[in-house]
């Protein structure tokens, strides 16, 4: 019995790494996907009419 409760918390313990890598990677790089448009978005503010 003790092996099986083992076996579980192992493998969630894993997904639980492995999710959290994605998350960090898929931050990082929404993250510096928004700074460049940022960047665009100021350099070309001069070029906006409205």
């Known amino acids: 019995m003790e092996e099986k409760v083992y076996k579980t918390m192992n493998s969630t313990g894993a997904l639980n ?3 959290g890598v994605v998350t960090l990677v898929v931050g990082l790089t929404s993250g510096v996907l928004l ?3 940022g960047a665009k978005l100021l350099s ?3 070029k906006i009419l409205f």
């Open 17 to 19: 790494i492995v999710l």
């Open 35 to 37: 700074i460049i448009g």
């Open 44 to 46: 070309g503010k001069s």
